[in-house]
């Protein structure tokens, strides 16, 4: 069975986005596969993995943005920014708090905003992970760098004996946005302190929740034609054209090649027929494309 191409998965909660491609690997007995846009274990929803050949496609998909909806919990803040950490401070009568005021102490975080990492982050201090040292309780400072968060809705503002005040959220944020520390700083804010109390990504990209199959139904059914995201669809920015004979063989050999139609396209996606994406080639001068990354060689 022929797994090359993206597909979207469902991921299960408590799961890393590595367990799931230690899982599909064995589902699918196909070695070379590779997430896109990691989840945390605790999050659930909308994960892309690159399969087989595709593998060699990854680099393209650095930018995407994203949509996540989840809720907030206030009242005090953690060492992880979620629920699954330590608090870091005194628990906050929360009772108090309206919808208007958590907006309000939201809306500063809205547009191109410098965000800092959460220390407990994959982010690299001296080619460290920063998790591996606050796990070991060094000291981790890591540097803000500049995201998007394009929309942040609040709602169902709920308060309970238990939990305190929470509050339902959606957000559309740039590739590189941590939601965690999103909540962690509405917390700082509000004076009262917040974490992220559970996430879902509905939106990757073009890919939403209706592209993605649990794990469940691959290790059923898996049938690559069903499962695998159309390859027209994938990275819809780059044009899509057919090859004649000779521009396959071409690029199959590493050569450039003339495509007449594409003379202001950077990037564009070669197709022989109208399944099999062969090649990502990259404008050179006027209509002259030159294979940046080939996925079938010359026979």
């Known amino acids: 069975m022929d797994w090359n191409g993206l597909l979207v998965v469902d991921k299960p909660a408590g799961w890393t986005s590595h367990d799931v491609?230690?899982?599909?690997?064995?589902?699918?007995?196909?070695?070379?596969?590779?997430?896109l846009g990691t989840l945390d274990p605790m999050a659930t929803g909308v994960l892309p993995l690159v399969v087989g050949r595709w593998t060699r496609l990854a680099q393209f998909f650095g930018d995407a943005d994203k949509t996540y909806v989840g809720r907030i919990r206030f009242g005090f803040s953690t060492a992880t920014y979620d629920a699954e950490g330590e608090p870091t401070c005194e628990v906050h009568d929360t009772r108090s708090l309206c919808l208007e005021e958590v907006r309000s102490a939201a809306a500063s975080f809205t547009g191109r905003v410098m965000q800092t990492p959460p220390p407990f982050s994959a982010k690299k201090i001296g080619g460290v992970p920063a998790y591996k040292l606050a796990r070991k309780q060094v000291p981790v400072e890591l540097k803000p760098v500049e995201i998007t968060v394009s929309s942040l809705e609040l709602d169902g503002l709920q308060w309970s004996e238990a939990e305190g005040a929470s509050v339902e959220f959606r957000v559309e944020v740039s590739s590189g946005t941590y939601v965690r520390s999103i909540a962690h700083e509405i917390g700082q804010a509000l004076g009262c302190g917040a974490?992220?109390?559970?996430?879902?990504?509905?939106?990757?990209?073009?890919?939403?929740?209706?592209?993605?199959?649990?794990?469940?139904?691959?290790?059923?059914?898996?049938?690559?034609?069903?499962?695998?995201?159309?390859?027209?669809?994938?990275?819809?920015?780059?044009?899509?054209?057919?090859?004649?004979?000779?521009?396959?063989?071409?690029?199959?050999?590493?050569?450039?090649?003339n495509l007449a139609e594409f003379s202001d396209a950077p990037l564009v996606k070669v197709f022989d027929?109208?399944?099999?994406?062969?090649?990502?080639?990259?404008?050179l001068a006027g209509t002259l494309f030159k294979p940046k990354v080939v996925l079938r060689a010359a026979e």
């Open 195 to 257: 974490h992220l109390k559970c996430l879902r990504r509905t939106r990757f990209a073009e890919f939403t929740e209706a592209d993605a199959h649990t794990l469940e139904t691959l290790e059923a059914h898996p049938d690559a034609e069903r499962m695998l995201v159309h390859p027209r669809r994938a990275l819809p920015g780059m044009p899509c054209v057919t090859a004649t004979t000779e521009v396959v063989s071409y690029l199959g050999n590493g050569r450039a090649v």
């Open 273 to 283: 027929g109208q399944t099999e994406l062969i090649a990502i080639c990259q404008r």
């Open 21 to 35: 491609v230690g899982r599909l690997r064995r589902i699918l007995g196909e070695k070379s596969i590779g997430h």
